[in-house]
Nanobody, 113 residues
């Protein structure tokens, strides 16, 4: 059974950093990524990475501040978030699969000003 379990969310001041983790079980996915959903807004893409680790993709709003990586031996994907802003406040979801058809339960990230 496929499971994606996120961790690492929390409360941080603007300018701070957080590292999210997503551990996958059940299979190895070609593509994994992160999405987020802020209150009252639609879920949006944040970043993605293929199994090779190359050709990462980022939303323009996080380029240069967030870094996605993965450890295939641990079947885990990470999102290092630096220079956090209040606008980054959201529930962050891990997603996996060619069309992101597998989702985690989400982890809350709150950035205070």
């Amino acid at each position: 059974q496929v499971q994606l379990v996120e961790s690492g969310g929390g409360l941080v001041q603007a300018g701070g950093s957080l590292r999210l983790s997503c551990a996958a079980s059940g299979r190895t996915f070609y593509r994994m990524g992160w999405f987020r959903q802020a209150p009252g807004k639609e879920r949006e893409f944040v970043a993605s990475i293929p199994v090779s680790g190359g050709r990462t993709a980022y939303a323009d709003t996080v380029k240069g501040r967030f870094t996605i990586s993965r450890d295939n031996a641990k079947n885990t994907v990470y999102l290092q978030m630096n220079s956090l802003k209040p606008d980054d406040t959201a529930v962050y979801y891990c997603a996996a699969g060619t069309i992101f058809n597998y989702w985690g339960q989400g982890t809350q990230v709150t950035v205070s000003s």
